[in-house]
């Protein structure tokens, strides 16, 4: 099995900075693409950014030049940095990981964190 962990949400002021980590574990052979979603009340969740095992990556138009993402492969780790926050920014985060996982076949699935909280609010 594989789990997605995500954790660095908060509270913060507008124009401030969070940056959030995905931790994946369990039978994990590699990772390809990772993607932050997030989801604000009444919303549907939207597709914030990806990149891919080769680093590159794509962006939400409303993101651009404020967050940046980033993995580290050897941590099976992935990260988005916000920058220049803003109360539009308030929703729930959640990572979503392709992973090839160990063993016979090297499948590939999809798996998702369960989220984590961002609150921008003076």
Not at 23 to 42: C, D, K, L, T
Not at 70 to 75: P, T, W, Y
Request: with cysteine; proline share 3%; net charge positive.
């Amino acid at each position: 099995q594989v789990q997605l962990v995500e954790s660095g949400g908060g509270l913060v002021q507008p124009g401030g900075s969070l940056r959030l980590s995905c931790v994946a574990s369990g039978s994990i052979f590699s990772i390809n693409v990772m993607e932050w979603y997030r989801q604000a009340p009444g919303k549907q969740r939207e597709l914030v950014a990806r990149i891919t095992s080769g680093g590159s990556t794509n962006y939400a138009d409303s993101v651009k030049g404020r967050f940046t993402i980033s993995r580290d492969n050897a941590k099976n780790t992935g990260y988005l940095q916000m920058n220049s926050l803003k109360p539009e920014d308030t929703a729930d985060y959640y990572c979503r990981a392709d992973v090839v996982v160990s063993g016979p076949g090297r499948m590939t699935y999809q798996y998702w964190g369960q989220g984590t909280q961002v609150t921008v609010s003076s």
